[in-house]
C-alpha cells in the first residue's frame, strides 16, 4: 500500500495562489493514478482532478478547469496541485488520493472517488474574501 501526506496548505486571500503537495511513501507513486478532491464546509466530498500515472492525461472538474493544475514527480514520489486565482467558494479541505486502477477510466466512478483506495488525511485551504 501506499501512505499519502498532504502540505502546502493555508490562508490565502482572494486571486492568489497556493501549492498543494502529495508526499507518498510506502510505495512507488508511479502504478498509480492520483486525485485531488476536496470537500468544502458542510458539503459533500468533490472531484478536483486526476493525473495520469505517466502524467499524460489530466482531468479537472469544471468549476477550477483553467485555474488549477495537477502534476507529479515520479521520481520524488510526489503529486502536486497548483491552485491559482483562488477563489472563497475554494475553501475546502482538500485531500490527496491514490487509485491503483490498471486502466483508469475518467467516469463517474472514479469522479465520486469510489476507484481510489489510498487516502491523505487532508489539508486546509482557506481562501478569504
Known amino acids: 500500500q501506499v501512505q499519502l501526506v498532504e502540505s502546502g496548505g493555508g490562508l490565502v486571500q482572494a486571486g492568489g495562489s497556493l501549492r498543494l503537495s502529495c508526499a507518498a511513501s510506502?510505495?512507488?507513486?508511479?502504478?498509480?493514478?492520483m486525485g485531488w478532491f476536496r470537500q468544502p464546509p458542510g458539503k459533500e466530498r468533490e472531484f478536483v482532478a486526476a493525473?495520469?500515472?505517466?502524467?499524460?492525461?489530466?482531468y479537472y472538474a469544471d468549476s477550477v478547469k483553467g485555474r488549477f493544475t495537477i502534476s507529479r514527480d515520479n521520481a520524488k514520489n510526489t503529486v502536486y496541485l497548483q491552485m491559482n486565482s483562488l477563489k472563497p467558494d475554494d475553501t475546502a479541505v482538500y485531500y490527496c488520493?491514490?487509485?491503483?486502477?490498471?486502466?483508469?477510466?475518467?467516469?463517474?466512478?472514479?469522479?465520486?472517488?469510489?476507484?481510489?483506495?489510498?487516502w491523505g488525511q487532508g489539508i486546509q485551504v482557506t481562501v478569504s474574501s
Open positions: 493525473i495520469s500515472r505517466g502524467g499524460g492525461s489530466t
Open positions: 488520493a491514490a487509485d491503483p486502477t490498471y486502466y483508469y477510466r475518467d467516469n463517474s466512478d472514479s469522479r465520486n472517488g469510489a476507484t481510489y483506495d489510498y
Open positions: 510506502g510505495r512507488t507513486l508511479s502504478i498509480y493514478t
